[in-house]
């Protein structure tokens, strides 16, 4: 069973990577591209990303264009940007239902049977997160902000799996195994008064 620290050590590591697909999702840099003309002044640099379109010149200035139409974009920006909302949504959940399931909070059932399978559920959902957004930067083409939506996902993948390391049948064992010691205590102190009240009578 993993302990409150190993517990912790997951949420943060989750909620890191959560906050870095976040980033990921905002970023234009996901197709990166470059024009350059007969001097090197009208050099441009052109970046793509789920939400809009941006150049930036050698001058240093950048321009940017929010897309117009959803219908218009192509198949593999709708489909990236969906994956990355739900794994926004997935892991915004992950990080309340973790919080309620985590040892070292006193929040919710504090039966420990209950509190782990809370946590193993919002590790999974965190796992689900980190897989749609992998699923999503590895379907697009290259730009840099792939490789901060590579990190996010294995952070996300990563403390999702530390928070489903919690195992209910070990709480389970260890209540059954204290039900039982409790049950056998009760009868050695009722075979004790058994024992002393037959001495009373001989007596």
Request: proline share 1%; aromatic share 10%; net charge positive.
């Amino acid at each position: 069973m993993a302990n409150s620290g190993f517990q912790l050590l997951g949420y943060f590591l989750a909620l890191g990577g959560w906050v870095g697909i976040i980033s990921t999702t905002a970023l234009p840099q996901w197709k990166q591209s470059s024009y350059t003309g007969d001097a090197i002044i009208t050099a441009v640099g052109l970046y793509e990303g789920l939400w809009m379109s941006c150049a930036s010149q050698s001058t240093g200035q950048v321009q940017c264009k929010v897309y117009d139409s959803l219908l218009l974009l192509e198949a593999h920006i709708q489909a990236s940007r969906a994956l990355m909302i739900v794994s926004v949504v997935f892991g915004f959940i992950g990080i309340i239902v973790s919080v309620v399931g985590m040892k070292c909070t006193k929040v919710g059932d504090n039966n420990p049977l209950t509190k782990s399978r809370i946590a193993i559920s919002g590790g999974v959902l965190f796992l689900m997160a980190g897989l749609c957004t992998l699923v999503a930067v590895s379907w697009y083409e290259f730009g840099s902000a792939l490789f901060v939506g590579w990190a996010s996902a294995s952070l996300t993948i990563l403390g999702g799996s530390f928070l489903c390391c919690s195992c209910p049948n070990e709480e389970r064992r260890s209540q059954s195994y204290y039900r039982s010691s409790q049950l056998s205590t009760a009868k050695e102190s009722n075979l004790k008064k058994t024992t002393s009240v037959k001495g009373e009578q001989y007596l």
